[in-house]
């Protein structure tokens, strides 16, 4: 009698799915879902949040403003999520959610511009210079900011939404000269001897040490959900110190990207 004995070379076999820049109904995802699974596929990255929309329902009082579609019935609620996870799990599809920080981060401003001020660079043009796909903003990183508050609410509330121990928090992309365009960041690397101005020394220093105490202080709301932060490619430059995944997507065979395995 013949015995066969087979399984999948890789254990994450992913497709990712955005729905802040193009939005999908429900069953549309569950069809993807059906046909990951026809297809042995197991992980569904939901890339929920980018520049142009935050959809999915936040019910914490403070974030709860950050909700918002292209129209109004283009919003996620927490109950479609559960089901959504539910009927995943059914077809052996897990979900992994990403909310991108700190770039693509426009639609962190929520409703009617409520939270503009944790926004650098918000709508800046001409946007080439300021990002890499418009419009641009990204999330303050000054430790005077509202940001890091929001941030966390929606980290922990999010984190207890989607059951799975991943937890995606995008990293890509971040451009220096949107942090640069806020007068407060310029103050503080002036006062803080780095000096705000390409030509000078210490400028990119300045950056780093801020694009650093970001990615702390994102990782340790991450792990302090008991999630295992998920970034992109760029994450590495931060080093993390608790286990992490890096998804590569710019240069699999850099020096740097060697460095950190």
């Not at 900011?145 to 966390?152: L, N, T």
């Not at 310029?186 to 390409?198: C, F, H, K, S």
Request: some cysteine; hydrophobic content about 35%.
């Amino acid at each position: 009698p013949w015995s066969i004995s087979d399984r999948p070379r890789y254990g994450w076999r992913g497709l990712l799915l955005d729905v802040s820049r193009n939005f999908f109904p429900v069953s549309s995802i569950e069809r993807t879902i059906r046909g990951m699974a026809y297809a042995k596929l197991n992980t569904l990255h939901l890339h929920v949040t980018d520049a142009q929309t935050f959809p999915i329902e936040l019910k914490d009082p403070v974030a709860q403003v950050l909700t918002h579609g292209y129209t109004g019935d283009k919003v996620y609620t927490q109950e479609q999520i559960v089901a959504l996870v539910k009927y995943g799990i059914q077809h052996g599809v897990r979900i992994v959610p990403e909310f991108d920080t700190p770039a693509h981060a426009t639609s962190w401003q929520g409703r009617g511009g409520a939270y503009a001020d944790m926004i650098t660079c918000n709508n800046a043009e001409p946007w080439t210079d300021y990002c890499y796909q418009p419009p641009c903003g990204q999330l303050s990183p000054l430790n005077t900011s509202r940001s890091y508050e929001v941030m966390g609410r929606v980290i922990g509330e999010m984190a207890a939404l989607f059951p799975d121990e991943y937890f995606h928090v995008g990293a890509d992309e971040p451009f220096t000269a949107c942090w640069n365009h806020s007068r407060a960041v310029r103050e503080w690397l002036e006062a803080n001897g780095y000096g705000w101005r390409d030509a000078d020394a210490n400028y990119t220093r300045g950056m780093k040490a801020l694009s650093d105490y970001f990615s702390r202080e994102r990782e340790g709301m991450v792990s302090g959900a008991g999630k295992v932060q998920v970034g992109w490619q760029e994450l590495q430059e931060h080093a993390p110190s608790s286990p992490s995944v890096m998804q590569v997507w710019l240069s699999p065979k850099s020096e740097k990207l060697s460095s950190a395995l």
